[in-house]
T-cell receptor
């Protein structure tokens, strides 16, 4: 069975500092990987995804994530965060059959001035 | 419509009553998903539809939960004899096909008192 582990439930960080949100998954088959973001009082939005090809994927707002098959990880990184990045971030995996997403517990990123 | 629409946005119901939650997917999207977001449980997959068929109902927590989709469009999630542990935000998502990006609605916040 698939599972996703987000190792940090809360990550406080100062503005302009780098951040890494960790995600590990378990699956016996090839997977698709996703990061979703939920801003306060808003719905879930897709941030970035890995389907195939280059293992490094980027979002339009400066986040990137690298698929590491040997470590079964898909950590999310940003070199310099902004106050507006404050949100909850969810890592998710899909085996591609049925399209259902298995989510991690979420990481609350809090960016302080 | 422009996005996934869910109604009602908030629902308070008495324990033991039945509730219906509605999801209008993005026009043309063939796949539709229901998830539940609750404190302590994170985001849980409930059921998905491909067209009007539900190949995977594995996430429905009990036989009090059921869902249907008609005309390949609107879906209704029904919870019978609601219990306090059913209190959660119920999220609907749709995608053009399986394994393409899923777009989420704002959710229905259900409170069982």
């Amino acid at each position: 069975a698939q599972s996703v582990t987000q190792l940090d439930s809360q990550v406080p960080v100062f503005e302009e500092a780098p951040v890494e949100l960790r995600c590990n998954y378990s699956s016996s088959v090839s997977v698709y990987l996703f990061w979703y973001v939920q801003y306060p009082n808003q719905g879930l939005q897709l941030l970035l995804k890995y389907l195939s090809g280059s293992t490094l994927v980027e979002s339009i707002n400066g986040f990137e994530a690298e698929f590491n098959k040997s470590q079964t990880s898909f950590h999310l990184r940003k070199p310099s965060v902004h106050i507006s990045d404050t949100a909850e971030y969810f890592c998710a995996v899909s085996e591609g059959q049925g399209g259902k997403l298995i989510f991690g517990q979420g990481t609350e990123l809090s960016v302080k001035p | 419509g422009a996005g996934v629409s869910q109604s009602p946005s908030n629902k308070v119901t008495e324990k033991g009553k039945d509730v219906e939650l509605r999801c209008d997917p993005i026009s043309g999207h063939t796949a539709l998903y229901w998830y539940r977001q609750s404190l302590g449980q994170g985001l849980e997959f409930l059921i998905y539809f491909q067209g009007n068929s539900a190949p995977d109902k594995s996430g429905l927590p009990s036989d009090r939960f059921s869902a249907e989709r008609t005309g390949g469009s609107v879906s209704t999630l029904t919870i019978q004899r609601t219990q306090q542990e059913d209190s959660a935000v119920y999220l609907c998502a749709s995608s053009f096909t399986l394994n393409t990006e899923a777009f989420f609605g704002q959710g229905t916040r259900l409170t069982v008192v």
